[in-house]
């Protein structure tokens, strides 16, 4: 079965809407028509029945009713709808006076029932339509006797506008409803118009071809809003397939130089027979490699593990002082054959992984012993906020050039490529460091200018829950 599109659901829904809100308004302007035609004859009514009360209480008595009907008359005179009848208390079978319009009034048993100290008010039908209105009451005459007045108007008039209303409203509804159905259509149409626009983006973009992007010009503000989020996907995606595409070739890049060097000397080894001593040489060489080789494909998988957005470890509280100097009983020798000293000043407290804490600290150590010069001291510091906690790495090495800075933390990136190689370093040392601080919603900067000290700088945020720290930012798988 074919679904019905958003369009035609949309379009029905402001079309029944409209048509309800139409036929309620005819059907209310209807009622409130009615009411208001019933409430102006009555008090028409009212009115001439006060001036008629005044007139029989004044003027006239029983014996002089028929005589002097003049006050009567001027009552009613120029109203072709009204009709004016007088009946006798004590006789209610033929009235004492009658004049105005012909106009039939109400049963003997209702006028038998008027009363003195209110009107009542009788609608009878004539020719099947109910259009005569009564009014009945009890007066009292001038000589003290008792008759029953009945007022009675033809409403024709009323029921012909109400008539010509119904029938106005039954022509003009349908031409009403169409236009609406019609409106309505064309604002929905109008309205999904960026829809398609983004059908045609979402066919365009590939994994080849993420460049595409959404025009956010005159759009409304709801849409707009969608255009912005699935533009900023967009800009994600394309960043992460780009580094992706990088990494990728980084990585080759790196593993191909090892194997090729392993290869190679192999080749090279087995062109000729050599002797115990070669051989031994040659696979000291390849271990050497292979060795280079464990520790990329190590650290890759380390890299994997901190950067997958599920990646939900156990945190604790660390004080940072205590494993600064865990790592730094690690770096001892190495530190002592350069004859660089270490300092650690300060206390901290954080929640976090410890092992991945150490690891962050160990990889900072290294770099700084490593460029730190000969009989110089490699100063650790840690400082406590009121929002964070940090950790300070300080060499007063070389220093590293203002274009290195940015993209010192990217994976593979190196300063000085040559020695980095030389000394059996990976690349991923400080990429490693970043993806750490990025799982703890933490932060990695460097602080360096040329012929000064160099500061590797971590920090943590304090006082965060472990859940906020487990819930890693979707945009950093790739970071």
Request: glycine share 6%; proline share 3%; charged share 20%.
């Amino acid at each position: 079965m074919k679904q019905v599109s958003l369009s035609m659901r949309l379009g029905l829904t402001v079309s029944i809407m409209g048509a309800v809100l139409v036929v309620s308004l005819a059907i209310l302007a209807y009622l409130a028509l009615t009411h208001e035609l019933d409430l102006r004859a009555k008090n028409s009514l009212e009115k001439k029945m006060n001036q008629i009360e005044h007139s029989l209480l004044m003027d006239i008595s029983t014996s002089n009713m028929s005589l002097k009907p003049h006050a009567l008359l001027d009552q009613v005179l120029g109203h072709d709808n009204l009709n004016l009848t007088i009946f006798d208390d004590e006789n209610l079978s033929v009235p004492v006076l009658s004049f105005g319009a012909d106009i039939t009034v109400v049963s003997r048993s209702k006028i038998g029932a008027t009363d003195s100290t209110k009107i009542s008010y009788y609608s009878s039908a004539q020719e099947s339509e109910n259009h005569i209105l009564t009014a009945a009451k009890l007066m009292r005459l001038k000589d003290g006797e008792f008759v029953s007045v009945l007022l009675t108007m033809d409403r024709s008039n009323d029921e012909s506008l109400l008539s010509s209303y119904l029938s106005s409203t039954i022509v003009a509804v349908p031409l009403l409803l169409i236009l609406i159905g019609i409106s309505a259509w064309a604002i929905v149409q109008r309205g999904l118009s960026p829809l398609r626009e983004f059908c045609e983006v979402a066919g365009m973009v590939s994994t080849q071809d993420l460049s595409h992007r959404l025009s956010v010009v005159n759009m409304p503000q709801e849409i707009s809003e969608l255009a912005h989020g699935i533009n900023f996907m967009l800009h994600r995606l394309d960043s992460g397939v780009q580094q992706l595409t990088q990494f990728s070739d980084d990585l080759a890049h790196e593993l191909r130089s090892p194997i090729t060097n392993l290869m190679g000397k192999a080749q090279v080894t087995l062109s000729r027979d050599r002797s115990v001593k070669e051989y031994k040489s040659v696979l000291e060489s390849c271990t050497e490699e292979l060795g280079r080789v464990t520790r990329i494909i190590s650290d890759m998988l380390f890299l994997a593990q901190v950067s997958h957005p599920a990646a939900l470890v156990p945190f604790e509280n660390i004080l940072l002082e205590d494993e600064a100097l865990k790592v730094i009983d690690l770096f001892s020798l190495s530190a002592e054959e350069k004859c660089v000293g270490i300092t650690v000043s300060g206390q901290g407290k954080v929640s976090g992984d410890r092992l991945m804490i150490q690891r962050a600290i160990s990889n900072l150590l290294s770099n700084a012993i490593r460029h730190c010069p000969i009989e110089e001291s490699v100063v650790i510091s840690i400082e406590t906020r009121t929002e964070e906690v940090s950790l300070s790495i300080s060499n007063p090495g070389v220093g590293i050039e203002r274009h290195h800075l940015l993209n010192i933390f990217d994976r593979f990136y190196r300063v000085d490529n040559s020695r980095s190689r030389a000394e059996g370093g990976t690349g991923l040392g400080l990429a490693i460091v970043r993806s750490i601080m990025s799982l703890h919603h933490g932060t990695a900067d460097v602080f360096s200018i040329p012929g000064h000290p160099t500061t590797f700088r971590i920090t943590f945020p304090k006082n965060i829950s472990t859940s906020n720290l487990n819930s890693q930012r979707p945009g950093e798988v790739f970071s």
